[in-house]
């Protein structure tokens, strides 16, 4: 520890070596966790039968923009794409990387004499997921979320392979080396050097009067609605919701599962962000208590990387001022806080920044209450914490419930969420062996 900061003294010295120790210990439990990992899966490999693949294939940015311009020549789209500054030439070059990786896929494949299905996302049937041993998404996090959000079973494995290392990070997906390098990663899931990973992910429960249960397709929305895509005809969409709520008054209260189970996040809040969202909600079967927020999001330990970690995550200023804030009440003299070592600042950042993810096979949620308003009247203080089972009960105006960013629900006054995480909802995805 001493490359980050000089002499500590006092109860701060002892702090810091207990913080040392601890580090050590963690790093050695993480050490003995891989080589136990390693060592069993070199003893016993995995037999899975590989033989019918189904790839969703991604849309790419090029054929996105020609469906949303399908009547314009190329030139015209080009023109037209560079008047509102992006790069037709750079598109181009995503669109044919994408496809070249693709074509590379499909040869692996070929040449092992696996019988294998293409499919897009408008085409990806039940049908299609029912005839296949395994899925293979082709593209971005966003296929690999498509992908998997129509696998109900725990049992049949999703993989998702970049296309374009170059443009995406690609999170969910194999590692940039073992998607360039598909051929020989595939041979490694042949001979069964891999391990299985399941992905935790949340079951959802809708309660209510006159419930939609019919979800809006966000990825489709933009392509059918061009120009109100953002208003969504706001006022037409609440009278019609407003009359439907007061035939329906005396209706008796529905309940229903969504089909689509929440691989990274579930948001809950007002379609119109400047709108506060105003909800009650329950943790672990504890009591209701209200909030008045900008929402609230739920994730899984796959999505804490994602919003949930950028929402929550502290920038090394914001954590120099708190460490100068702390010095400022606390230091006598004996204990030297060093707010200006830039690396003990960094490593403060890190150590925070670090609790708020967790493991993606973890069977619990994490929520986080978005700008919490905080008053004599709502005066809950917490504003994220981890759960087993979450409820919200909707007090809002005109909300909505969103899984994965990709499906859309309406979750008005009365409506309840019902969230929870089994162990029989996981997604069944693979670690590969490096060597």
Request: aromatic letters at 12%.
């Given at each position: 520890m001493n490359f980050l900061y000089k002499k500590p003294h006092g109860q701060f010295a002892l702090l810091v070596k207990n913080n040392f120790l601890k580090t050590q210990i963690s790093n050695l439990r993480v050490c003995f966790s891989i080589l136990k990992f390693y060592s069993t899966s070199q003893k016993s490999k995995i037999?899975?039968?590989?033989?019918?693949?189904?790839?969703?294939?991604?849309?790419?940015?090029?054929?996105?923009?020609?469906?949303?311009?399908?009547?314009?020549?190329?030139?015209?789209?080009?023109?037209?794409?560079?008047?509102?500054?992006?790069?037709?030439?750079?598109?181009?070059?995503?669109?044919?990387?994408?496809?070249?990786?693709?074509?590379?896929?499909?040869?692996?494949?070929?040449?092992?004499?696996?019988?294998?299905?293409?499919?897009?996302?408008?085409?990806?049937?039940?049908?299609?997921?029912?005839?296949?041993?395994?899925?293979?998404?082709?593209?971005?996090?966003?296929?690999?979320?498509?992908?998997?959000?129509?696998?109900?079973?725990?049992?049949?494995?999703v993989i998702g392979v970049n296309t374009d290392v170059t443009s995406s990070e690609g999170h969910l997906l194999l590692p940039k080396e073992q998607s360039v390098n598909f051929s020989n990663t595939l041979d490694k899931l042949l001979n069964g050097n891999?391990?299985?990973?399941?992905?935790?992910?949340?079951?959802?429960?809708?309660?209510?009067?006159?419930?939609?249960?019919?979800?809006i397709e966000l990825h489709d929305q933009v392509l059918n609605n061009l120009e109100h895509r953002y208003i969504e005809h706001i006022e037409e969409n609440r009278q019609i919701k407003l009359n439907k709520t007061q035939r329906n008054a005396n209706s008796?209260?529905?309940?229903?599962?969504?089909?689509?189970?929440?691989?990274?996040?579930?948001?809950?809040?007002?379609?119109?962000?400047?709108?506060?969202?105003?909800?009650?909600?329950?943790?672990?079967?504890?009591?209701?208590?209200?909030?008045?927020?900008?929402?609230?999001?739920?994730?899984?330990?796959?999505?804490?990387?994602?919003?949930?970690?950028?929402?929550?995550?502290?920038?090394?200023q914001s954590m120099k001022r708190i460490i100068n804030l702390v010095k400022a009440n606390v230091d006598n003299g004996n204990n030297r806080i060093p707010e200006n070592d830039d690396k003990f600042v960094q490593y403060i950042t890190n150590q925070f920044n670090d609790s708020i993810v967790f493991e993606p096979d973890q069977f619990r949620m994490a929520y986080t209450i978005r700008d919490p308003i905080i008053n004599r009247v709502f005066t809950n203080e917490t504003n994220r914490g981890f759960a087993k089972k979450l409820v919200v009960q909707s007090r809002c105006f005109d909300a909505c419930l969103v899984i994965d960013g990709g499906q859309s629900y309406q979750f008005n006054d009365g409506s309840k969420a019902i969230m929870e995480i089994l162990p029989e909802d996981a997604l069944k995805t693979v670690i590969i062996h490096k060597n």
């Open positions: 037999n899975f039968d590989f033989s019918k693949i189904l790839v969703l294939n991604k849309i790419t940015r090029y054929e996105f923009e020609k469906k949303r311009h399908a009547k314009l020549t190329e030139d015209e789209l080009k023109t037209k794409l560079e008047k509102r500054g992006s790069n037709y030439d750079r598109l181009i070059e995503h669109h044919n990387n994408h496809y070249r990786s693709l074509e590379r896929i499909l040869n692996a494949f070929k040449e092992r004499g696996i019988e294998t299905r293409v499919t897009q996302r408008n085409n990806y049937s039940y049908a299609d997921i029912n005839w296949a041993n395994c899925i293979f998404s082709a593209g971005g996090d966003g296929t690999f979320l498509m992908a998997s959000a129509k696998i109900k079973s725990n049992e049949k494995p891999f391990n299985w990973l399941s992905r935790a992910r949340i079951r959802i429960y809708l309660e209510g009067q006159s419930i939609e249960n019919q979800p008796p209260v529905e309940r229903f599962r969504i089909p689509t189970l929440a691989l990274n996040e579930v948001f809950i809040g007002e379609s119109l962000s400047a709108r506060v969202s105003y909800y009650l909600m329950s943790i672990d079967d504890g009591p209701f208590f209200r909030q008045k927020s900008s929402g609230i999001i739920i994730c899984t330990g796959t999505g804490s990387t994602s919003w949930c970690y950028n929402i929550n995550k502290m920038s090394v």
